[in-house]
């Protein structure tokens, strides 16, 4: 897992600007502390941090090809870099390291873009080949690796980060209207927004071609399918198949030359991702990760059903306690780490800086709940009959903040900017053109490539990253992703059992209580925080702050914020939109008003 950047200048005999390129690149120093590249290459610079999980020693990057024609910076893990290695062996090519780094230079050398359909693994790189002058850009199928980049008429920049290419000096910063929009309803940016103009994030599963004259051909290599009907399987076809895929996923993912460990919730998806861990793992051991609450929090706690599950798996389990902190140095840290508009939670932050303590790399459960219907809007599949109100009921309880209260929340002015794109529309309009009668399977892939995308993988890295683990996501292996969307709906929801596939998987290796439990989401008390916070959030939405941006009506929006800490009981829908609210203003006033920092602020100390 690292940080990677670079700098492509269009213009005949212009080169990078090192300096520049160091900046983009030291900003990413949490990403990767173990080492730190540069490579400038006539109009091409790359950039790259290093944290060592394969080869130590010998993965250190940008990794340049013997000839010196190509160039690679690479951010994530090729889970099948052995069996690749072998096969590009037989066809002749010579290794001088063991790392999965090399592996894939020497593939994209050998197959070019071809070469992504033999991956698995989270990834995303920045590939220059000198001679024919183009750029090579690519994101994984699922999105689990982040990577954004800039165009102007002059230069592309591209990163790990929005903040590294915010620190270049030419860069051009502009609001994008629609992204404040999304991001208001979603409480993340969806991809492709990210919040500046010309400002993109590179969808999952999709690769970007640079020439020398700044033309970008983008496509995709990757998209999921669901089949019209799902093949007629029986549940113990279907359950031996699962079995095969989620063991052999965890199995890869359990490769590195550091401790591995996992997060565990006491949920279905973590402990199953235990229980597989245990049987891969050489002394049956897995290590094992917790973070728990306490006084008015304590509803939040789940520490006691995860150490049911790591007693029932024998791993050896850590469970850390959140003590008091102060919140402003807290959530000024956080959004730096997330150098983009972010109104979701922070459990990723306080649970990757328990375990880091600990392991260098933790598999987490993310994706269960997304392909095998696991939260309770996929009722809508069986209690909305129309297919296409299904889809629309799913997707807006998911909403925050509505076009109508938009509409009363924005001056006229920027209203007038984003009413042409609703988010919902936004949303719903990439999904049109799939037909099938399997409306839970398309409501899965909904998920998957929208609050599992924008949402809970962002969050992931961001969060992790800020501690410098990596973090792997086995039931996201495009193979289980692939054979989840043909599972036929009555293998994921039976007699009203959510998730009933991966619940028979291991209902007979965990405690009876992982399956029956009514499921909690891993989140955090923001209702309470947010009486805690008053002065902080009084501080950042003020009439001056309001009216100096131009997005939001003063007087609404001074009325909103009364309202809700006034109110006697604040509401979770309350809670999410101020949330998001005072985000966004310091978002700005760290990336939009200023240059970004090169090292994050001082967020403290959390756990006992």
């Known amino acids: ?102 592996v894939l230079l020497i593939a994209l050398m050998e197959w070019g873009p071809l070469a992504l359909s033999k991956l698995n693994g989270m990834f995303a790189f920045g590939f220059w080949d000198r001679e024919n002058k183009t750029l090579f850009l690519a994101r994984d199928r699922l999105g689990i690796k982040p990577l954004y980049y800039y165009r102007d008429k002059e230069r592309l920049l591209f990163s790990s980060d929005l903040g590294s290419m915010a620190v270049h000096p030419l860069i051009k910063k502009e609001i994008d209207p629609l992204a404040i929009s999304h991001f ?23 690769y970007l071609l640079v020439n020398l004259e700044g033309q970008c051909r983008e496509k995709i290599y990757w998209d999921p399918e669901v089949p019209k009907k799902a093949p007629k399987k029986s549940i113990k076809w279907v359950m031996t198949r699962l079995e095969e895929l989620v063991h ?61 599950v790591a007693q029932t798996l024998g791993s050896e389990h850590y469970t850390h306690f959140l003590k008091p902190y102060e919140m402003e140095p807290l959530l000024t840290a956080a959004c730096w780490y997330f150098n983009l508009p972010c109104g979701t939670g922070l459990p990723n932050f306080f649970v990757s ?45 998911l909403q925050s903040v509505d076009h109508d209260l938009k509409r009363q929340m924005f001056t006229p002015e920027f209203f007038s900017q984003i009413q042409h794109e609703p988010s919902m529309d936004f949303i719903l309009d990439q999904f049109s053109g799939i037909k099938t009668r399997e409306t839970l399977n398309k409501l899965c892939l909904i998920d998957l490539r929208h609050y599992m995308l924008n949402d809970l993988l962002f969050n992931l890295d961001k969060m992790s990253m800020a501690h410098a683990l990596e973090v792997r996501v086995p039931l996201l292996d495009h193979r289980l992703v692939e054979f989840a969307l043909t599972v036929p709906p009555e293998y994921k929801i039976f007699h009203n059992i959510q ?18 439990r009514r499921k909690r989401g891993f989140s955090l008390p923001k209702v309470i925080w947010i009486k805690r916070m008053k002065d902080f959030i009084l ?13 939001f009506d003063w007087p609404a929006m001074d009325q909103y914020v009364k ?19 005072f985000n966004l203003e310091l978002w700005f006033r760290q990336f939009l ?10 967020p403290g100390v959390m756990i006992d």
């Not at 998730?499 to 029956?516: D, G, T």
């Open 1 to 102: 897992m690292c940080g990677i950047c670079g700098i492509f200048e269009f213009e005949e005999g212009a080169r990078p600007d090192r300096i520049a390129l160091e900046e983009m690149t030291a900003f990413m120093t949490h990403r990767g502390p173990d080492g730190t590249g540069v490579v400038v290459d006539g109009p091409v610079g790359l950039g790259h941090r290093r944290l060592s999980i394969i080869d130590i020693s010998g993965g250190s990057q940008p990794m340049s090809s013997p000839c010196g024609r190509y160039h690679l910076t690479f951010n994530g893990e090729i889970y099948n870099y052995i069996e690749l290695r072998k096969e590009l062996e037989a066809r002749g090519r010579a290794f001088k390291t063991r790392s999965d780094t090399e």
């Open 184 to 206: 208001l309803s979603w409480r993340v940016v969806p991809v492709p927004y990210t919040g500046f103009k010309n400002t993109r994030h590179l969808p999952p599963g999709s």
């Open 248 to 308: 052999d996923a965890v199995r890869l993912r359990m490769r590195a030359d550091v401790p591995v460990g996992a997060f565990l919730s006491g949920g279905v998806d973590s402990s199953a991702i235990v229980h597989y861990m245990k049987k891969t793992t050489p002394d049956g051991r897995p290590v094992t990760f917790t973070i728990g609450f306490r006084g008015e929090e304590k509803e939040f706690d789940e520490s006691e059903f995860a150490l049911a």
């Open 353 to 397: 800086q328990m375990a880091r303590q600990h392991v260098k790399v933790a598999l987490a459960g993310v994706g269960g709940d997304e392909l095998f219907g696991g939260y309770t809007r996929f009722n809508f599949a069986h209690t909305t009959p129309d297919a296409r109100q299904a889809e629309i009921a799913f997707v807006r309880s």
């Open 499 to 516: 998730k009933y596939a991966l619940k028979r998987l291991v209902y007979n290796h965990l405690p009876a209580h992982v399956c029956i």
């Open 539 to 551: 501080n950042l939405i003020n009439e001056e702050s309001v009216k100096s941006r131009g997005i």
């Open 563 to 581: 309202n809700v800490m006034d109110a006697e009981r604040v509401s979770w829908a309350q809670a999410n939109n101020l949330w998001s609210i």
């Open 593 to 602: 008003d200023t240059k970004p920092n090169l090292t994050p602020p001082e």
